[in-house]
């Protein structure tokens, strides 16, 4: 472990917002619900991440399985069968969760899109041993790209520094929906990825095109309730709030008095952590 690892390691622990470093088994994980949006779609929240599932005929693909034990729930829900194959694999950031998830997955998978980063690949998250049971198609994304399922066009866009080095979200044109993954999490207070290449100014720039390109979809987030586009701008609002001197505590306490992850976040943790940052001119 050289030193820059170390120090998020350290960060991590104290802190609760560097999760790479803390095993899957501390992460809190919320109860979960699945919901029938269609007869080809389904979503479940809670859990550690909005899972999406789309079957249409004999192609299926799924976002953001999330922990595992999440991932369990929504195959004991009669969804997606223990054994069935997994056609296309999204995973809008390449956190413990999803890493979590694909070491103890035993479904077999066709394709794993994700977003291609310097930082983050298979190679450097996972062991030899592990990387040897994987047969999947590798579909590193920096870029827009179009996939079809059965008929229903899927688009996977790519956010670069923004909640973290290298981020995917997802848009459904047919079904009027965008995955935002990490982007959002909807009146949670979010796990800040400061170690991670995250850009708090770039994050609020890419949240305001999405918001603007889409104002009459649905969002929905890494965390918490499906949005509209008014709870997308709230959360456009607490970043700004976040990063803004002339802000005091005790406003963002009165319009940002949002859920926690427990261990993990809080709105006094992520207001020193960005406020501090934004003091000593660093760079977001």
């Known amino acids: 472990m050289n030193l820059d690892e170390f120090l998020r390691m350290v960060y991590g622990l104290f802190m609760g917002t ?83 998830f694909l070491q103890a997955c035993e479904n077999p ?3 794993v899109y994700y977003p291609k980063s310097a930082e983050f690949s298979m ?13 999947f198609e590798e579909i590193p994304v920096d870029e827009e790209l179009e996939l079809t399922v059965e008929k229903e066009v899927v688009k996977i866009k790519h956010a670069n520094q923004s909640y973290s080095a290298s981020d995917l979200y997802i848009v459904l044109p047919e079904r ?6 990490g982007l959002f999490y909807n009146q949670i207070h979010p796990v800040l990825r400061i170690q ?11 949240l305001e095109k999405v918001a603007d390109a889409y104002s009459d979809y ?14 997308l701008q709230l959360f456009i609002e607490y970043l700004k709030a976040l990063i803004n001197p002339e802000i005091e505590f005790s406003y963002c306490r009165k319009n ?16 020193d952590l960005l406020r501090g940052i934004a003091k000593n001119f660093v760079s977001l």
């Not at 223990?82 to 999803?98: G, M, S």
């Not at 649905?218 to 499906?226: D, L, R, T, Y």
């Open 123 to 135: 190679k450097k998250l996972f062991a030899p041993e592990v990387l040897q049971k994987f047969s």
């Open 176 to 181: 009027k929906l965008v995955f935002l993954g």
């Open 109 to 111: 998978i066709e394709k």
């Open 218 to 231: 649905q969002f929905i987030p890494i965390e918490g309730e499906v949005a509209t586009s008014t709870e």
């Open 18 to 100: 560097s999760v790479q470093y803390i095993k899957p088994a501390n992460r809190y994980v919320f109860p979960t619900k699945v919901v029938e949006v269609d007869k080809d779609f389904s979503i479940q929240l809670g859990g550690t991440s909005i899972l999406g599932y789309i079957k249409t005929g004999e192609t299926n693909l799924l976002i953001n399985p999330g922990h595992q034990k999440a991932f369990d729930k929504f195959v004991q829900a009669g969804k997606l069968e223990a054994a069935e194959k997994v056609n296309h694999l999204i995973l809008t950031n390449f956190f413990l969760d999803n890493v979590h």
């Open 196 to 206: 991670e290449g995250m850009d708090v100014r770039n994050w609020i720039a890419q």
């Open 256 to 271: 940002f008095d949002w859920m926690e992850i427990p261990s993990h976040t809080s709105l006094e943790e992520n207001f």
